[in-house]
């Protein structure tokens, strides 16, 4: 084989593998993508803001917790309260906090929920049943 025919098999058998290499990052990357599993609406009223044991809440992450807990658990609930799947149970109501910090929830967003009297919308993502992040949307 001639020198120049040499470099053109190493270059080629180089883009090869490069290629390889991207194809296969890609495929990881969609097999480990997160998938939107659930969503709620939820309204954030007074019992939300406060634990059971009647201290309040200094983290956004704790009242979503409450919320829930309320809902699935003691039945308290304000008008605007949907049903969620993924929050029934109590496993997965202990992993919200790692959930919200993997997720995402603007700071005036946080704020206004910290203050009650808001509507939020949350999507779970992770997969399978497997929750790994939450996103959060406020309104007033």
């Given at each position: 084989?001639?020198?120049?025919?040499?470099?053109?098999?190493?270059?080629?058998?180089?883009?090869?593998?490069?290629?390889?290499?991207?194809?296969?990052?890609?495929?990881?990357?969609?097999?480990?993508?997160?998938?939107?599993?659930?969503?709620?609406?939820?309204?954030?009223?007074?019992?939300?803001?406060?634990?059971?044991?009647?201290?309040?809440?200094?983290?956004?992450?704790?009242?979503?917790?409450?919320?829930?807990?309320?809902?699935?658990?003691?039945?308290?609930?304000?008008?605007?309260?949907?049903?969620?799947?993924?929050?029934?149970?109590?496993?997965?109501?202990?992993?919200?906090?790692?959930?919200?910090?993997?997720?995402?929830?603007?700071?005036?967003?946080?704020?206004?929920?910290?203050?009650?009297?808001?509507?939020?919308?949350?999507?779970?993502?992770?997969?399978g049943n497997t929750g790994t992040s939450l996103t959060v949307t406020v309104a007033r």
């Amino acid at each position: 084989m001639s020198l120049m025919t040499r470099k053109r098999h190493h270059g080629l058998r180089a883009v090869a593998l490069a290629t390889g290499l991207v194809l296969s990052s890609i495929v990881a990357g969609a097999a480990n993508a997160q998938e939107l599993i659930g969503s709620y609406v939820a309204y954030i009223g007074q019992p939300d803001l406060y634990n059971s044991k009647g201290a309040r809440l200094k983290q956004p992450w704790q009242i979503l917790r409450q919320d829930r807990a309320n809902f699935h658990r003691f039945g308290i609930s304000q008008p605007g309260d949907e049903f969620d799947p993924f929050f029934g149970s109590i496993d997965n109501r202990k992993i919200m906090e790692r959930m919200v910090m993997n997720g995402s929830i603007d700071p005036q967003a946080a704020k206004r929920l910290m203050q009650g009297e808001a509507t939020v919308f949350v999507r779970i993502y992770g997969r399978g049943n497997t929750g790994t992040s939450l996103t959060v949307t406020v309104a007033r």
